[in-house]
């Protein structure tokens, strides 16, 4: 569960970035009637929501992140194969860009500096362990939480808890939102269902009522196949266990 150091970009590993890209920004699986994601209203809350994107904020997009409270106020919380694959390693080149909407960067774009992840993951990229928690490198002399404010992390908590899910998918230069309840889709899985969570969406917090996320967009076929039904690795102990390795 060590941090290990991301890698400097390199421009001859397009095809793999490609691919990589390709393979993280899906997100959800299908249910008939379920609501649809609106575009959401800019907040200081929802602003702790970003882009994870190569090189720059308009770059090309990878998935979504969200800023979490932690000691050295650097922390953020996606999931773990919008940052790693067992193929490929890891995504050279990330950079966040909180509160992002229609080419604006209110707080700036805060380069990725290491990310942790559960070694069952790095070996097989097991949908048990699909989270990370991604560390940044200060903007201006500031950390990304003293910008931005963070959410504290939510475990053990269960299923059936009200949660907005808001992200960004790859075609719009504006987050959506959706006011959901979380419902089990096994004993370590969970999954909620409304539409419109389409590429670039995977990471996309799961907030509850009270603020904390306790859950991403990912886990289960890596956050689903279709864009009506979304999955999560349940925030449990496991969860607790590798933010516990990534503060440290």
Same mark, same amino acid.
Request: net charge negative; charged share 20%; proline share 6%.
């Given at each position: 569960?060590?941090?290990?150091?991301?890698?400097?970009?390199?421009?001859?590993?397009?095809?793999?970035?490609?691919?990589? =890209?390709?393979?993280? @920004? #899906?997100? $959800?699986?299908?249910?008939?009637?379920?609501? #649809?994601?609106?575009?959401?209203?800019?907040?200081?809350?929802?602003?702790?929501?970003?882009? =994870?994107?190569?090189?720059?904020?308009?770059?090309?997009?990878? $998935?979504?992140?969200?800023?979490?409270?932690?000691?050295?106020?650097?922390?953020?919380?996606?999931?773990?194969? $919008?940052?790693?694959?067992?193929?490929?390693? =890891?995504?050279?080149?990330?950079?966040?860009?909180?509160?992002?909407?229609?080419?604006?960067?209110?707080?700036?774009?805060?380069?990725?500096?290491? *990310?942790?992840?559960? %070694?069952?993951?790095?070996?097989?990229?097991? %949908?048990?362990?699909?989270?990370?928690?991604?560390?940044?490198? #200060?903007?201006?002399?500031?950390? *990304?939480?003293?910008?931005?404010? @963070?959410?504290?992390? &939510?475990?053990?908590?269960?299923?059936?808890?009200?949660?907005?899910?808001?992200?960004?998918?790859?075609?719009?230069?504006?987050?959506?939102? $959706?006011?959901?309840?979380?419902?089990?889709?096994?004993?370590?899985? /969970?999954?909620?269902?409304?539409? @419109?969570?389409?590429?670039?969406?995977?990471?996309? %917090?799961?907030?509850? /009522?009270?603020?904390?996320?306790?859950?991403?967009? &990912?886990?289960?076929?890596?956050?689903? /196949?279709? %864009?009506?039904?979304?999955?999560?690795?349940?925030?449990?102990?496991?969860?607790?266990?590798?933010?516990?390795?990534?503060?440290?």
């Amino acid at each position: 569960m060590a941090s290990r150091p991301v890698r400097s970009a390199r421009t001859a590993r397009t095809a793999a970035l490609a691919a990589l =890209l390709l393979a993280a @920004g #899906t997100a $959800c699986g299908g249910q008939d009637g379920a609501p #649809t994601a609106e575009v959401a209203r800019q907040s200081a809350a929802r602003d702790r929501i970003g882009t =994870l994107s190569i090189h720059t904020a308009q770059g090309p997009r990878a $998935c979504t992140a969200s800023v979490v409270q932690s000691p050295r106020h650097n922390l953020l919380v996606t999931a773990a194969h $919008c940052v790693q694959n067992h193929r490929i390693g =890891l995504l050279d080149g990330l950079v966040f860009t909180p509160g992002y909407r229609n080419g604006s960067t209110p707080y700036g774009t805060w380069p990725v500096r290491s *990310v942790t992840v559960d %070694p069952r993951w790095s070996a097989g990229d097991d %949908p048990e362990y699909d989270v990370a928690f991604v560390t940044v490198d #200060t903007v201006d002399g500031r950390q *990304v939480e003293d910008a931005v404010g @963070g959410n504290p992390l &939510g475990t053990g908590q269960g299923f059936g808890l009200s949660v907005s899910v808001t992200g960004y998918p790859n075609e719009s230069d504006e987050p959506i939102t $959706c006011a959901v309840r979380t419902r089990s889709q096994s004993a370590t899985q /969970e999954r909620f269902d409304c539409g @419109g969570y389409t590429d670039g969406t995977s990471g996309s %917090p799961w907030v509850t /009522e009270q603020g904390a996320v306790v859950g991403v967009i &990912g886990g289960y076929q890596e956050g689903g /196949e279709t %864009p009506s039904t979304s999955y999560s690795v349940a925030f449990d102990q496991r969860i607790a266990d590798l933010y516990r390795k990534a503060t440290t």
